[in-house]
């Protein structure tokens, strides 16, 4: 699978750009219509996150500015009935901050407003993505939150929790909810424990 490019952006027609590696080979992928690839002049070098999907008939890149709209999309279809084209054609119309809070609060007309996709696809959308578009952006707002405020002592209380079994979640939030700034990291994992039970 290719996850990742990074080369030389040419615009291209029909939504897709080509990036063209330093090995000369020129990869035509597919993004967005509201990508920040766009901003770019064109000869720029770029680097972006891909998904390759593999039907029987054709073998594509769909291509995303951030590693959270990449996520977005793979989310997007694996809802029944949601192909990567219509997957594409949501992550158009909205930021994906905006699309989760959409899912998330059950907006069917925003979503729907995507081209080829109707009331009821929206309304799938939403039934079966709601509880993991929260997730997600609770993940995202922990994850940020352990890099930002973390010493050493409590990353390595988090990292010993997670051997334990408990989830990066779990244990990101058990440790940031202990009080004190200077303790060991053994009084980390102490306090934490206390609070996951």
């Given at each position: 699978?290719?996850?990742?490019?990074k080369?030389i952006?040419?615009?291209?027609i029909?939504g897709?750009?080509?990036?063209?590696?330093?090995?000369?080979?020129?990869?035509?992928?597919?993004?967005?219509a509201?990508s920040?690839?766009?901003?770019?002049?064109?000869?720029?070098?770029?680097?972006?996150?891909?998904?390759m999907?593999?039907?029987?008939?054709a073998?594509?890149?769909?291509?995303?500015?951030g590693?959270?709209e990449?996520?977005?999309?793979e989310?997007?279809?694996?809802?029944?009935?949601v192909?990567?084209?219509?997957?594409?054609?949501?992550?158009?119309i909205?930021?994906?901050?905006?699309?989760?809070?959409?899912?998330?609060?059950?907006?069917?007309?925003?979503?729907s407003?995507a081209n080829?996709v109707?009331?009821?696809?929206?309304e799938?959308?939403?039934?079966?993505l709601?509880?993991k578009?929260?997730?997600?952006?609770?993940?995202?707002?922990?994850?940020a939150?352990?890099?930002?405020?973390?010493?050493?002592?409590?990353?390595?209380?988090?990292?010993?929790?997670?051997?334990?079994?408990y989830?990066?979640?779990?244990?990101a939030?058990?440790?940031?909810?202990?009080?004190?700034?200077?303790?060991?990291c053994?009084?980390?994992?102490?306090g934490?424990?206390?609070?996951?039970?």
């Amino acid at each position: 699978m290719i996850r990742c490019l990074k080369g030389i952006f040419y615009p291209n027609i029909d939504g897709s750009i080509i990036i063209e590696t330093e090995t000369g080979i020129g990869f035509r992928v597919y993004v967005p219509a509201n990508s920040a690839v766009y901003k770019y002049s064109e000869g720029s070098e770029v680097k972006i996150y891909t998904s390759m999907i593999v039907r029987e008939d054709a073998m594509n890149l769909y291509g995303f500015s951030g590693k959270d709209e990449l996520d977005l999309f793979e989310l997007l279809i694996t809802v029944n009935g949601v192909g990567a084209k219509a997957g594409m054609s949501i992550m158009s119309i909205m930021p994906p901050s905006e699309l989760k809070q959409a899912i998330a609060s059950g907006d069917v007309k925003a979503i729907s407003a995507a081209n080829g996709v109707g009331k009821k696809t929206a309304e799938r959308i939403i039934l079966e993505l709601k509880d993991k578009v929260e997730a997600f952006s609770v993940s995202k707002d922990v994850q940020a939150n352990v890099s930002a405020v973390f010493n050493d002592e409590r990353s390595e209380a988090v990292n010993a929790l997670i051997a334990l079994g408990y989830t990066k979640n779990e244990a990101a939030a058990a440790v940031g909810s202990v009080q004190g700034e200077s303790l060991t990291c053994e009084e980390y994992i102490k306090g934490a424990l206390k609070n996951l039970f």
